[in-house]
């Protein structure tokens, strides 16, 4: 399952920086988006990787740390998504105020040739 | 609820969190508002800008500290009554509140040259003030990473909606760079906080601070990974070279109210390298002390050589505004390196004294550039075609201003520039010189005199300034001498803060034995994290306190 996790989050972010790097203003939103997915995995890892543990300790029974997840970093991640989300639509609007002013998805305004 | 507890709510230890929550209930409330009702959001603004400013020196009055505390009292406010490494908190220190108050201090006369129209030229100019405010100050007070990165996004995405108010291609297109550049930055201040995490299992700045002496030879490297890659995100937003190429350009093109807050946008950046670099890489944290420093050192350098280039080759005013910041915050980071490798205490203090100092200039400069330009005659119009030889945005068509004009507008627009050059330059008698003298004296005096990096510094620093010097002179004679006769259409309530900063900087020089003291108790308070440190930790919960009153009585 690591290995799965770091080559999916390894892909994303390799992909993100790709498109980042791009001219076109569509493919660098694309690529904001695909790192901040490779991003948030990241931060979910970092909690280390556990199947079926719940993250809230249950008062009721004796309570042994190592049968719980860590809940900190599912926090950390849901406030940087919903965080990375509304940034990136912002973004997504100045996108389109740019295409309205500049007629051209080159993310300088104008092609390097003409 | 008793009445101590309701005396508690009022309390004076609770006014620790107003600078964040003054401006975030001015901005909502702004927001019931219609958007046409300009004059009523401008009163809101100011109300709140001045209670924030009252709110902060009163704050900075308290965190003066005595002898035993190391002249720095901890203001610890524990959010939801966590016990410390556990919950939020927010912290204040000498410095924290130093900020604060520059913050304060630059918001009132950007909002009062925003009232003369710029406020009108986009939608929810004050509210997106506000957040930016809130933004600002929550990140001076912060605690701990992930906090300080959800500040950092308040104020990331209100100056993305200031940088881009009024519209225009120009500006559009400036500001899509900028949002690109800063959401990447983001992402690699998301993965430092998560590797922090993952590796001490804290994300406390204290409680970090605390633990490094102690990571194991293993974890240690991943730790300074995850530090360095958390310091790309506020070199980014620094404007440290290489990852400056968005400033110049982002705040030439944002209005100049915008840019003029802008110019503390930096300095957060700086704040937060200047609060890490002596929490985490402390003398005391065993084998990382000192880390990073020779990094930042390069970069400060090359940031202030790259401004210095770049303030030569601009042809707009406004441009060299953008490259006069980086000069100012790569100054700073140099500095900063150098007091991390035991340059002492009076060079930090120095850098304080410039921090505050450059960044009043600056905003004035961004304000005045604007005034300076609208009056462009003959001379600026053959600039304005050279300009666009060289690729430079075409000028924006100028909404006709109407109102009071003052009678030898020229005259004291041209005072106000001459203070401001001086300023940025590095003359006598302004600060930027009491400034700079201070710093190359320290380093002379200091442990650092005589080292390679010292007089590197030494050059550099002087060099930035005559390159200061000589661009400012040059565009200073084209505009105010070589101009048509007939001044710009300015009203006084544009002129008033422009004024207003300048003898802010006058008051610096006036009261600069006073000032200095402040800014060299700052700086020893930093060299002596320990108090930081014990006064985040052994924080105590108020509830802890009313069990034991409620179990005494």
Same mark, same amino acid.
């Given at each position: 399952?690591?290995?799965?996790?770091?080559?999916?989050?390894?892909?994303?972010?390799?992909?993100?920086?790709?498109?980042?790097?791009?001219?076109?203003?569509?493919?660098?939103? =694309?690529?904001?988006?695909?790192?901040?997915?490779?991003?948030?995995?990241?931060?979910?890892?970092?909690?280390?990787?556990?199947?079926?543990?719940?993250?809230?300790?249950?008062?009721?029974?004796? =309570?042994?740390?190592?049968?719980? !997840?860590?809940?900190?970093?599912?926090?950390?991640?849901? !406030?940087?998504?919903?965080?990375?989300?509304?940034?990136?639509?912002?973004?997504?609007?100045?996108?389109?105020?740019?295409?309205?002013? !500049?007629?051209?998805?080159?993310?300088?305004?104008?092609?390097?040739?003409? | 609820?008793?009445?101590?507890?309701?005396?508690?709510?009022?309390?004076?230890?609770?006014?620790?969190?107003?600078?964040?929550?003054?401006?975030?209930?001015?901005?909502?409330?702004?927001?019931?508002?219609?958007?046409?009702?300009?004059?009523?959001?401008?009163?809101?603004?100011?109300?709140?800008?001045?209670?924030?400013?009252?709110?902060?020196?009163?704050?900075?009055?308290?965190?003066?500290?005595?002898?035993?505390?190391?002249?720095? *009292?901890?203001?610890?406010?524990?959010?939801?009554?966590?016990?410390?490494?556990?919950?939020?908190?927010?912290?204040?220190?000498?410095? $924290?509140?130093?900020? *604060?108050?520059?913050?304060?201090?630059?918001?009132?006369?950007?909002?009062?040259?925003?009232?003369?129209?710029?406020?009108?030229?986009?939608?929810?100019?004050?509210?997106?003030?506000?957040?930016? *405010?809130?933004?600002?100050?929550?990140?001076?007070?912060?605690?701990?990473?992930?906090?300080?990165?959800?500040?950092?996004?308040?104020?990331?995405?209100?100056?993305?909606?200031?940088?881009?108010?009024?519209?225009?291609?120009?500006?559009?297109? /400036?500001?899509?760079?900028?949002?690109?550049?800063?959401?990447?930055?983001?992402?690699?201040?998301?993965?430092?906080?998560?590797?922090?995490?993952?590796?001490?299992?804290?994300?406390?700045?204290?409680?970090?601070?605390?633990?490094?002496?102690?990571?194991?030879?293993?974890?240690?490297?991943?730790?300074?990974?995850?530090?360095?890659?958390?310091?790309?995100?506020?070199?980014?937003?620094?404007?440290?070279?290489?990852?400056?190429?968005?400033?110049?350009?982002?705040?030439?093109?944002?209005?100049?109210?915008?840019?003029?807050?802008?110019?503390?946008?930096?300095?957060?950046?700086?704040?937060?390298?200047?609060?890490?670099?002596?929490?985490?890489?402390?003398?005391? $944290?065993?084998?990382?002390?000192?880390?990073?420093?020779?990094?930042?050192?390069?970069?400060?350098?090359?940031?202030?050589?790259?401004?210095?280039?770049?303030?030569?080759?601009?042809?707009?005013?406004?441009?060299?505004?953008?490259?006069?910041?980086?000069? $100012?915050?790569?100054?700073?980071? /140099?500095?900063?390196?150098?007091?991390?490798?035991?340059?002492?205490?009076?060079?930090?203090?120095?850098?304080?004294?410039?921090?505050?100092?450059?960044? %009043?200039?600056?905003?004035?400069?961004?304000?005045?550039?604007?005034?300076?330009?609208?009056?462009?005659?003959?001379?600026?119009?053959?600039?304005?075609?050279?300009?666009?030889?060289?690729?430079?945005?075409?000028?924006?068509?100028?909404?006709?201003?109407?109102?009071?004009? %003052?009678?030898?507008?020229?005259?004291?627009?041209?005072?106000?520039?001459?203070?401001? /050059?001086?300023?940025?330059?590095?003359?006598?008698?302004?600060?930027?010189?009491?400034?700079?003298?201070?710093?190359?004296?320290?380093?002379?005096?200091?442990?650092?005199?005589?080292?390679?990096?010292?007089?590197?510094?030494?050059?550099?620093?002087?060099?930035?300034?005559?390159?200061?010097?000589?661009?400012?002179?040059?565009?200073?004679?084209? &505009?105010?001498?070589?101009?048509?006769?007939?001044?710009?259409?300015?009203?006084?309530?544009?002129?008033?803060?422009?004024?207003?900063?300048? %003898?802010?900087?006058?008051?610096?020089?006036?009261?600069?034995?006073?000032?200095?003291?402040?800014?060299?108790?700052?700086?020893?308070?930093?060299?002596?994290?320990?108090?930081?440190?014990?006064?985040?930790?052994?924080?105590?919960? &108020?509830?802890?306190?009313?069990?034991?009153?409620?179990?005494?009585?």
């Amino acid at each position: 399952m690591e290995l799965i996790l770091a080559l999916a989050i390894g892909t994303l972010v390799a992909s993100g920086l790709w498109l980042v790097m791009r001219p076109r203003s569509f493919q660098v939103i =694309i690529g904001l988006c695909l790192l901040s997915y490779g991003v948030n995995m990241f931060i979910f890892s970092m909690g280390r990787l556990r199947m079926g543990a719940a993250p809230i300790l249950d008062p009721s029974v004796d =309570i042994d740390p190592t049968a719980y !997840t860590d809940p900190i970093p599912q926090a950390l991640v849901l !406030t940087a998504i919903v965080i990375s989300f509304a940034t990136t639509a912002l973004f997504l609007v100045v996108l389109l105020a740019a295409r309205g002013f !500049t007629g051209t998805d080159h993310v300088d305004g104008k092609e390097r040739d003409s | 609820m008793n009445e101590t507890a309701l005396f508690d709510f009022a309390g004076p230890q609770h006014m620790l969190i107003a600078p964040i929550l003054i401006p975030v209930i001015a901005g909502a409330l702004m927001l019931f508002y219609e958007d046409r009702q300009r004059q009523s959001k401008l009163g809101i603004s100011l109300v709140a800008c001045v209670l924030m400013l009252v709110v902060s020196v009163d704050l900075l009055l308290r965190s003066k500290g005595t002898g035993p505390s190391g002249g720095n *009292l901890i203001g610890l406010y524990v959010l939801g009554d966590w016990p410390t490494p556990f919950g939020i908190n927010l912290v204040l220190d000498r410095l $924290s509140a130093l900020m *604060l108050v520059l913050a304060s201090l630059l918001s009132i006369p950007a909002l009062v040259y925003a009232s003369a129209g710029w406020h009108g030229r986009g939608q929810h100019f004050h509210s997106l003030f506000m957040f930016l *405010l809130m933004g600002v100050n929550g990140a001076f007070l912060t605690g701990d990473f992930f906090n300080l990165f959800v500040f950092f996004e308040v104020m990331l995405a209100a100056s993305y909606g200031l940088m881009l108010h009024g519209s225009g291609a120009e500006r559009v297109k /400036a500001g899509f760079h900028y949002i690109a550049v800063n959401l990447v930055a983001s992402l690699f201040f998301l993965i430092g906080i998560a590797l922090i995490y993952g590796v001490v299992g804290t994300l406390n700045m204290a409680d970090l601070a605390q633990r490094m002496p102690g990571i194991s030879d293993q974890d240690r490297p991943l730790v300074h990974a995850a530090l360095a890659i958390l310091g790309i995100a506020f070199l980014v937003k620094a404007g440290i070279w290489p990852l400056c190429f968005w400033l110049p350009s982002a705040y030439q093109m944002a209005s100049p109210p915008s840019a003029a807050m802008f110019a503390i946008l930096t300095k957060v950046g700086v704040y937060v390298i200047l609060r890490l670099g002596f929490l985490a890489f402390a003398p005391g $944290s065993g084998p990382s002390a000192g880390f990073g420093a020779e990094v930042l050192f390069v970069g400060g350098i090359a940031t202030m050589a790259f401004g210095s280039a770049g303030i030569l080759g601009s042809q707009a005013m406004s441009r060299m505004a953008g490259y006069a910041v980086l000069i $100012s915050s790569g100054t700073l980071v /140099a500095v900063i390196a150098l007091a991390m490798q035991d340059g002492g205490v009076p060079i930090l203090g120095a850098a304080l004294y410039y921090m505050v100092a450059s960044t %009043l200039g600056i905003s004035a400069f961004f304000l005045l550039v604007e005034l300076a330009e609208r009056g462009q005659g003959a001379v600026a119009a053959m600039l304005a075609l050279s300009a666009d030889l060289y690729g430079a945005p075409d000028e924006e068509p100028e909404e006709e201003v109407t109102g009071l004009t %003052l009678p030898a507008t020229m005259t004291i627009l041209s005072i106000c520039f001459a203070a401001l /050059a001086v300023l940025l330059a590095g003359l006598p008698p302004l600060p930027g010189f009491l400034g700079k003298v201070m710093m190359l004296s320290s380093l002379l005096q200091g442990g650092q005199g005589g080292t390679t990096a010292s007089w590197v510094f030494f050059a550099v620093l002087i060099l930035s300034g005559l390159a200061t010097l000589i661009a400012l002179v040059r565009v200073g004679v084209q &505009t105010f001498w070589a101009g048509d006769d007939e001044g710009p259409r300015v009203m006084a309530i544009e002129i008033v803060p422009i004024a207003a900063l300048v %003898l802010m900087v006058l008051v610096l020089t006036w009261q600069s034995r006073p000032v200095m003291r402040y800014m060299e108790a700052t700086a020893s308070a930093l060299h002596r994290p320990q108090v930081y440190i014990d006064g985040v930790i052994t924080a105590e919960r &108020t509830v802890d306190q009313r069990e034991e009153e409620a179990a005494s009585e």
